[in-house]
């Protein structure tokens, strides 16, 4: 079992910076695809980022694409979403996933195997 715990939201102003922590305990999530959805207030959860289990191809939508970087640390067991330039359109609860089958790169939240609990993220403008 894999268990995830997501960090760093906070209120910033719009053009600020976040970075977002996602630590995986329980087992190592090294060899694990992983990614970042959020869910904005009465809106359904949507893909943000993904990475692959070496670090040697992310996946960005769209709406955060040249703004947002998906890394990881796997000595770590630990994942980052460094957000620049952030909108008040960002705001959402963000959320981590870690997917055991390597096929997460696609962004789809349904190919996850496990869940983090989420963190706020409330961009004013």
């Known amino acids: 079992q894999v268990h995830l715990v997501a960090s760093g939201g906070t209120l910033v102003q719009a053009g600020g910076s976040l970075r977002l922590s996602c630590a995986a305990s329980?087992?190592?999530?090294?060899?694990?695809?992983m990614g970042w959805f959020r869910q904005a207030p009465g809106k359904e959860r949507e893909f943000v980022a993904a990475?692959?289990?070496?670090?040697?191809?992310?996946h960005y939508a769209d709406s955060v694409k040249g703004r947002f970087t998906f890394s990881r640390d796997n000595a770590k067991n630990t994942v980052y979403l460094q957000m620049n330039s952030l909108k008040p359109e960002d705001t959402a609860v963000y959320s981590c996933?870690?997917?055991?089958?390597?096929?997460?790169?696609?962004?789809?939240?349904?190919?996850?195997?496990?869940w983090g609990q989420g963190t706020q993220v409330t961009v004013s403008s």
């Open positions: 990475i692959s289990w070496d670090d040697s191809v992310t």
């Open positions: 996933g870690a997917d055991a089958h390597g096929r997460g790169m696609r962004g789809i939240e349904d190919e996850y195997d496990y």
């Open positions: 329980g087992r190592s999530v090294n060899m694990y695809v």
